[in-house]
């Protein structure tokens, strides 16, 4: 478990230099076997995917559009779902959600990058683990189930995508419609 962690905390340090694609652009190729962690990681691959497209090519009137004085913009959503993906990587590295988070990108471009790669780093270590047991979301004086993480954060975060692209089409910049989140990819 430790070398997961490790080859995945390398793999995101390349890629975050780099310049390639960020991930999910398209859903990653399913896993080959059925474990309770590739059916975890199948979910926040979709999470991802949502994510992605969600929140590619929004401009600045998109990130501040909010449909009444009451709702959050579109960015603070952004922002809520980067909490949530810090979330369900802390539950991955079975670190603790009480500690404050010293590293949260402050503008839209590092928020979605840090929040896509959140999610592709829980995927990667839940893809190799059978049992997601072993898994919880530690708090500072409690912890919870991983059951929680599915319909806490992965589905709260899947909720905030749909926001977005209704958010997105109410400021004028609709989701793209060549994506299709039934298969994962972009249609020709």
Not at 51 to 74: I, Q
């Amino acid at each position: 478990m430790k070398s997961i962690i490790f080859w995945s905390i390398i793999f995101f340090n390349v890629s975050m230099s780099s310049q390639e694609k960020l991930p999910y652009y398209e859903i990653p190729k399913a896993s080959e076997t059925f474990t309770a962690g590739t059916v975890a990681a199948r979910a926040i691959d979709g999470l991802g995917f949502r994510f992605y497209w969600a929140t590619e090519g929004l401009r600045a009137d998109d990130l501040n559009f909010r449909p009444n004085d009451d709702a959050r913009s579109t960015l603070e959503t952004i922002d809520h779902i980067y909490d949530l993906s810090r979330m369900i990587a802390n539950c991955a590295l079975k670190k603790d959600n009480a500690k404050k988070d010293t590293d949260k990108p402050e503008d839209f471009e590092g928020l979605r990058k840090a929040t896509l790669l959140n999610l592709q780093l829980a995927s990667n270590i839940f893809k190799e683990t059978k049992d997601i047991s072993e898994f919880k979301l530690f708090f500072e004086k409690y912890e919870v189930e991983f059951w929680t993480l599915i319909h806490g954060p992965i589905e709260d975060a899947v909720w905030h995508c749909g926001q977005i692209a209704l958010l997105r089409r109410s400021s004028g910049n609709p989701f793209n419609s060549k994506v299709s989140v039934f298969s994962g990819r972009l249609q020709d």
